[in-house]
């Protein structure tokens, strides 16, 4: 007995090391060390569609510097993230705003992203126990629970992965409560330099005042070999790159 009880702990770590493998692969692949992108983000809800174009710059997974390019209303706005902190810059009234904790679960710019999903960009390596739910061939399921001290959202995610691309395929989102809360699928697969990655990705919301919800970001341009100034990086940068 005391053998068997020891071949499944060994088995359960083993499942928890390829699991956390993949994750690690998973997200190396989709992230470099700098990302320049434009994108298209459509948000279709019951009183309509609507679309917001935007440019983005990266460092790794603690910075980044978003610009709006269309519609014309909100062309120049622009908004900032450096580790868990996010500002944003209105030029309209020449102000910019430190987003507050409790403004970070508020749709961000009218879609089914929150402030939060902007700023924490958590990393799954780094915030979840992995553990493998099943593998065949080249599709692998992987049930993502928060770290004791992880500032994470979300009580467990479940992501289905391509392991020939290392893509997700979907990411399943619970609360707290293990109630099923969004659908994130991800389509695609584009080769860009050395990163294979997803050009389009739709998230969707499962609550039921929100049925005709959906928001679906399309990649347009992206480079994983740009080389970003660092000012993008900075508070100055909001008003300066605004125009």
């Known amino acids: 007995m005391k053998y068997l009880f020891s071949f499944f702990l060994l088995t359960l770590l083993l499942h928890a090391n390829e699991a956390q493998a993949i994750i690690k692969k998973l997200e190396k692949n989709l992230r470099g060390d700098y990302m320049y992108s434009t994108m298209s983000m459509i948000v279709t809800s019951k ?42 810059y209105i030029p309209k009234i020449e102000r910019t705003i430190k987003i507050p904790p409790s403004m970070m679960l508020q749709s961000w710019m009218g879609s089914d992203f929150t402030n939060d999903d902007m700023v924490k960009e958590s990393s799954l390596e780094e915030d979840y126990h992995a553990k493998l ?25 479940i992501v289905d992965v ?30 860009h330099g050395s990163h294979r990655i997803p050009m389009v990705m739709e998230l969707k919301p499962l609550d039921a005042s929100k049925k005709k919800n959906s928001t679906k970001i399309i990649f347009e341009k992206v480079n994983f070999d740009a080389k970003i100034d660092p000012s993008y990086f900075t508070k100055q940068a909001l008003k300066r790159y605004s125009r």
Request: proline fraction near 3%; avoid cysteine.
């Open 133 to 157: 739910l099943s593998k065949k061939g080249n599709s692998a399921t992987i049930q993502l629970l928060p770290k004791e001290d992880a500032a994470v959202v979300w009580g467990k995610i």
């Open 47 to 88: 009183r309509g569609k609507r679309t917001v174009k935007i440019e983005s710059w990266s460092k790794g997974n603690d910075k980044s510097f978003i610009k709006i390019l269309y519609p014309k209303k909100d062309k120049g706005i622009t908004f900032l993230k450096i580790d868990n902190q996010m500002w944003q």
């Open 162 to 191: 391509d392991l020939k691309n290392a893509v997700p395929v979907k990411e399943t989102f619970y609360d707290d409560m293990m109630k099923k809360v969004r659908v994130m699928t991800f389509s695609k697969i584009e080769q």
